[in-house]
């Protein structure tokens, strides 16, 4: 089994830094999802495991041993490009067998292999039909099938699902956590999609621009993002990040928000964060499906605003409020019954509420 | 899509038209070298079908004589025959290798920056132009009416060809493919003959075909390059004269339809990559 060790791993195309020294450790036999957006460096990355791709700098280490100068078909790793890329020359039999006989297999163990494959992924009727006839949902499952029936330690997948209906997404979203259940890979998962990446990996590396934003398990990247780009990218919809800035006085801490409103701060969590804070300007953020909706004759603490824009989307209503100049949006059961251009309040939640430098989008005070 | 019957109509009659004029000249030569001297020209007009149907001009040919003629030929099809199968063939195989090989080497790994380009500058002259110095140059090595120096300029001016259709075909193989097989243990050669070679088969079938159609129907090289023993079939056939009987249009007919035996039968051969090959950017990736 293999551990994954990445040591300021750099990658760089002329002038264009695509991954910038990267350090990144992948446990042994965790699924590991690189997310970001397109151009952020995950595929650069993912290739330079694969040895595809050569690093410009750093270290690849699989168990210790760097690996950086080892060419792709020693690294015995298992690689599922997003486009398949299956021989379409060949058959689905000969695809699942390519890897095998590369490796210098013979006759009947490859036999075996293949037809236990095939029925794991449910291809046995189509073993012996011209590849380039499947379906693009069949393509993939051969693609998968031909990277895992070599049972590498590491398998790669570099956005797998991205060209599939999203009915068979689902399906094989729980096919790969089947196979590694049973084959115990490392998986290292590329994706854009960061449901994807929250409902399959056990540890989630959010990059952006080539850079590692944050590394930790879904729930503490979702809960306590590190910055706004990773607290932006992380949900759907995402965050609402308002200016605002830190005020008081008299005892007690207030953030207030530019196009007016404001709140007392009284939980102590983010009174802890407001006290870290060495600048007055900050984004604030709140996720859509913690902020609560209140009449706006509620007395509580809260947030003057007016429903600007409703959007039904089946279980869940997305209503946008005005808040002075800026927009937030705030996910409410549906038939919570908003009605467009009536005066609400926002209250925001106790305990998650964030809060960053307005300049270099760092979480302030984040434990 | 929906068709009108009109819109058939017209179709067809356009493909009809067009046929008719590719097919009238085969077909004026496929008659003609069944007509005996008499028929070839006639006062009264164009005959179809010969009217005394014979084998004789194909007998002629290679025999170099036959009984209802008075006049002989001193070199008959066979050694012609041999010069153009052998220098197109050969030539042929080393533009398509050397096409592929190299091409291959600009579309995946990007060498020789100006490569591609400088190949192409081959084809920038008409050929007279540069033919002069080409014989002088063969001369000095010795190579004017042999089989390799003929073979030798065919590679030469068909490697644009051959380089720059098979470069086509090999940037749509999609890159990923390649590292796929990589990945999955495979050797850079490995990979270039049991997955990407397989994968553009149809193109390079095309190409070969193509290529070898170029040198298969030249001419002025061979006029130039050659004497006496490796005249090719179209130089052959330009001797086809004499003084007594003129122009053999008989014999020079039977002679066409032999010379179109080889790239018919290898078309018919490939026919099946055919299409892929000249459809190839169709490809599901």
Redesign the interface.
């Known amino acids: 089994m293999a551990t994954i060790e990445l040591k300021s791993l750099t990658k760089q195309f002329g002038q264009l830094l695509a991954v910038n020294s990267l350090d990144l450790l992948i446990p042994d036999r965790k699924f590991v999802a690189l997310l970001g957006p397109s151009g952020c460096g995950k595929t650069t990355t993912m290739?330079m495991i694969?040895?595809?791709e050569s690093a410009s700098d750093g270290e690849i280490l699989f168990d210790g041993n760097n690996v950086r100068t080892l060419?792709?078909?020693q690294?015995g790793?298992?690689?599922v490009?997003?486009?398949y890329?299956?021989?379409?020359?060949?058959t689905v039999y000969e695809n699942l067998a390519?890897?095998l006989r590369?490796?210098g297999m013979k006759g009947p163990e490859i036999e075996k292999k293949v037809t236990d494959m095939a029925e794991l992924m449910r291809l046995t009727d189509r073993l012996h039909w011209p590849s380039?006839r499947l379906s693009v949902n069949e393509m993939q499952k051969v693609?998968i099938g031909?990277?895992a029936v070599?049972e590498p330690a590491i398998f790669l997948l570099d956005e797998p699902l991205s060209n599939l209906d999203a009915a068979f997404r689902a399906f094989m979203r729980t096919e790969l956590k089947h196979l590694q259940h049973q084959f115990q890979q490392t998986m290292v998962y590329v994706t854009h999609d960061q449901i994807e990446a929250m409902s399959l990996a056990d540890m989630i590396a959010v990059m952006n621009l080539g850079v590692l934003q944050q590394y930790g398990t879904p729930i503490e990247v979702y809960n306590r993002p590190n910055n706004t780009f990773v607290a932006n990218f992380m949900g759907s919809p995402s965050m609402n990040l308002l200016d605002a800035t830190i005020g008081g006085g008299d005892g007690s801490t207030r953030i207030e928000f530019p196009g007016g409103g404001q709140f007392e701060v009284n939980d102590e969590d983010l009174l802890r964060r407001c006290k870290s804070a060495t600048t007055g300007a900050i984004k604030f953020g709140a996720r859509p499906e913690d902020i609560a909706l209140e009449p706006s004759g509620h007395t509580g603490d809260g947030v003057k605003a007016k429903v600007n824009f409703v959007e039904p989307i089946g279980p869940r209503t997305i209503v946008h409020l005005a808040v002075g100049e800026e927009i937030i949006k705030v996910v409410v059961p549906k038939g919570s019954g908003f009605e467009l251009g009536s005066d609400v309040k926002a209250v925001f939640p106790k305990g998650k509420c964030h809060i960053f430098d307005a300049e270099t989008g760092n979480a302030i005070g984040l434990e | 899509m929906y068709r009108s019957w009109t819109s058939h109509l017209w179709r067809y009659l356009l493909i009809l038209i067009a046929v008719l004029i590719v097919a009238y000249p085969i077909v004026w030569m496929g008659t003609m070298a069944f007509k005996p001297f008499q028929e070839w020209t006639t006062v009264d007009g164009v005959h179809w079908i010969p009217e005394k149907g014979t084998v004789e001009n194909f007998l002629f040919l290679f025999n170099g004589e036959v009984e209802s003629l008075v006049v002989t030929l001193d070199r008959t099809i066979w050694k012609p025959l041999l010069a153009s199968v052998v220098t197109a063939s050969l030539g042929t195989f080393i533009a398509v290798v050397i096409g592929t090989l190299g091409s291959y080497a600009v579309s995946r790994f990007g060498v020789g920056m100006n490569l591609p380009l400088s190949v192409l500058q081959l084809r920038l002259f008409p050929p007279l132009a540069v033919m002069i110095p080409v014989m002088v140059m063969w001369a000095f090595i010795g190579a004017i009416d042999t089989w390799w120096g003929l073979s030798l300029i065919y590679a030469i001016v068909t490697l644009p060809f051959s380089f720059w259709l098979m470069k086509t075909f090999f940037d749509e193989v999609?890159v990923?493919?390649e590292?796929?097989?990589?990945?999955?243990?495979?050797?850079r050669w490995?990979v270039f003959y049991?997955?990407t070679l397989?994968?553009v088969?149809a193109g390079l079938a095309t190409t070969a075909l193509f290529v070898f159609i170029l040198n298969w129907s030249d001419y002025l090289l061979a006029l130039l390059l050659t004497r006496k023993d490796w005249v090719t079939l179209p130089v052959y056939m330009s001797s086809l004269a004499s003084a007594m009987g003129g122009q053999m249009y008989g014999m020079k007919a039977a002679l066409g339809l032999i010379a179109a035996v080889p790239p018919v039968v290898f078309g018919i051969m490939i026919q099946k990559y055919l299409v892929r090959g000249l459809t190839f950017g169709a490809?599901?990736?």
């Open positions: 290739n694969a040895g595809i060419p792709a078909r690294r790793v298992g690689f490009f997003q486009n890329a299956i021989f379409t020359h060949m390519f890897g590369s490796r380039a693609a031909r990277s070599t | 999609p990923e493919i590292e796929a097989a990589l990945v999955e243990g495979c050797s490995r049991r997955v397989p994968m088969k490809l599901k990736q």
